[in-house]
């Protein structure tokens, strides 16, 4: 079992609907979680991140972690075809420096 | 102010050759940090620098893998006598700091192809 999970999609919706997006894990000691996009081509930039469980809010964008069931999520409301993009979650421990990726999921919002 | 910033953007290249791949980050940001994206597979962490130590090298995949960093600034990733599998994109990220929270910025990857 791989220690982040993610279902690469692909996922098309039309503009203006509600994306979920989420990834499970396997090691508790995670303590930072990331939602990084990645547009073709270009290096993943940090959208939001979240420490602990609990809810965090950023226009659009809202990012979830239920620790006790290993849980994240990126919801992205009202979606438009800017947000087309591989959405990769990221998480690491307190003390560790090393990102632990999933493998991204491919969304395309279609105008 | 200026990204991390890699170079070559694109290298193609013939089994058994050796290529150099570089990245210059972030001014003052003390940490480092090399990753692989294989197509289809998320970012895979090779190689941490603090200053111009390497204290993690745990994800090279090899011994044909090395990787330096000078001047706590610039840094190069060398994979001697290439191989198909190692066709992949190259990230290189930077952080003001490592450990707890710090942001990683990466920059825009070396897409090496292995003939």
């Known amino acids: 079992q791989k220690e982040v999970e993610q279902d690469p999609g692909p996922l098309s919706v039309p503009e203006g609907a509600i994306v979920s997006l989420n990834c499970t894990y396997s090691n508790s000691a995670f303590q930072y979680f990331m939602w990084y996009r990645q547009y073709s081509r270009k290096g993943p930039e940090l959208l939001m991140y979240?420490?602990?469980?609990g809810n965090k809010e950023d226009g659009r964008f809202t990012a979830q972690v239920d620790k006790s069931s290993k849980y994240i999520s990126l919801f992205i409301r009202d979606s438009q075809p800017s947000d087309s993009a591989t959405y990769l979650c990221?998480?690491?421990?307190?003390?560790?420096?090393?990102?632990?990726f999933g493998k991204g999921t491919l969304l395309t919002v279609n105008p | 102010g200026a990204g991390v910033s890699q170079s070559p953007s694109n290298k193609v290249t013939e089994k058994g050759k050796d290529v150099e791949l570089r990245c210059d980050p972030i001014?003052?940001?003390?940490?480092l940090y090399w990753y692989r994206q294989r197509l289809g597979q998320g970012l895979e962490f090779l190689i941490y620098?603090?200053?111009?130590?390497?204290?993690?090298k745990s994800g090279l995949p090899s011994d044909r893998f090395s990787a330096e960093r000078t001047g706590e600034s610039v840094s190069t990733l060398t994979i001697q006598r290439t191989q198909q599998e190692d066709s992949a994109v190259y990230l290189c990220?930077?952080?003001?700091?490592?450990?707890?929270?710090?942001?990683?910025?990466f920059g825009p990857g070396t897409r090496l192809t292995v003939l």
């Open positions: 979240t420490y602990s469980s």
């Open positions: 620098f603090q200053g111009n130590s390497a204290p993690d």
């Open positions: 001014s003052g940001h003390t940490a």
């Open positions: 990220a930077s952080s003001l700091a490592a450990g707890g929270y710090n942001e990683q910025f």
């Open positions: 990221a998480m690491n421990g307190g003390s560790n420096y090393k990102l632990t």
